[in-house]
């Protein structure tokens, strides 16, 4: 049986919904998965959409945390539960995080089968040029997305790594990031680098088909695959949306944002359609008054 948890809070239910929606469908009969939902600020409403989305998952309300922490991008301060993971699940020797901002295109229960001795996180390295300043940056000569780990929670217990990760965030002097640059700052030396496949991001669909070849370790038919965003292959088991989000595509121009669409209902559609088409037109009057200086 594989654990999975999520991390959510009210703005982010409705994409953690469509992620349980493809999860579900794409488990094989024979495997189990353990879903948690750790939740900060979730109403009632909240819940009962998640439930019916995932009946079986365990959905745990946590406080937000208090510290002063910004980030200058759109994750909010519930990504720091990532930390508190290891306390939150004793019962578990490992578990694996999902970001919501994504869909599940096949079974994953072969991650149970991945070794992680000697190792804290098992994750997928970032691929386009522009990322590796990240890693520059810290000293580093790989640099990981932390929207798909894999966890060795019974080497972060005996590590003390959720004490260690909370000290280094408060003492971080970077701020890009809500908690990827302090993952791979702290676990330096005890990543292991799993195949793109596991975590294929926007950021692997802008990259070359050599760096695709050189660090994410891909195969041609894999890179064919990723380029043309067929949704008849295997490839990537996950198709992870960390730059553009589907439910801000009107145009829907990034790979595999069709299938998220297909996980949706009509009315959901038309209501995601809208609350985009809205967005859009607040940010071109903004636009527009900025520009004759009202």
Not at 76 to 102: I, V
């Amino acid at each position: 049986m594989l654990p999975i948890v999520f991390i959510t809070d009210h703005n982010y239910v409705f994409p953690t919904c469509v992620t349980l929606r493809s999860l579900r469908r794409t488990k094989r009969p024979e495997n189990r998965y353990a879903v948690h939902v750790i939740g900060t600020g979730l109403t009632g409403t909240d819940r009962d959409l998640l439930k019916e989305n995932c009946p079986d998952a365990d959905i745990r309300e946590v406080a937000l945390c208090s510290l002063p922490l910004t980030c200058p991008t759109h994750v909010s301060l519930a990504a720091l539960q990532k930390f508190e993971l290891p306390l939150l699940f004793p019962e578990y020797d490992r578990m694996l995080y999902l970001d919501s901002d994504l869909i599940v295109r096949g079974d994953l229960s072969e991650l149970e089968t991945i070794g992680l001795s000697g190792f804290w996180i098992g994750a997928v390295s970032e691929v386009l040029e522009e990322n590796s300043r990240h890693a520059v940056k810290m000293g580093h000569t790989d640099y990981f997305n932390s929207g798909v780990m894999l966890l060795n929670l019974k080497a972060w217990r005996e590590n003390h790594l959720p004490e260690k990760l909370l000290e280094n965030k408060l003492r971080e002097p970077w701020h890009s990031f809500m908690d990827q640059d302090v993952l791979n700052w702290t676990c330096e030396n005890k990543i292991l680098y799993l195949p793109a496949t596991w975590n294929c991001t926007t950021m692997h669909y802008l990259a070359s088909e050599e760096r695709l070849a050189r660090f994410a370790h891909l195969t041609p038919e894999e890179i064919r695959a990723l380029k043309s965003s067929d949704q008849n292959s295997a490839f990537p088991h996950i198709a992870h949306f960390a730059w553009v989000k589907p439910w801000n595509c009107l145009r829907r121009p990034s790979p595999f944002v069709r299938e998220w669409w297909g996980y949706l209902t009509p009315g959901e559609k038309a209501a995601v359609k809208w609350k985009a088409l809205r967005k859009k037109i607040t940010s071109l009057l903004i636009g527009k008054k900025k520009k004759s200086g009202e």
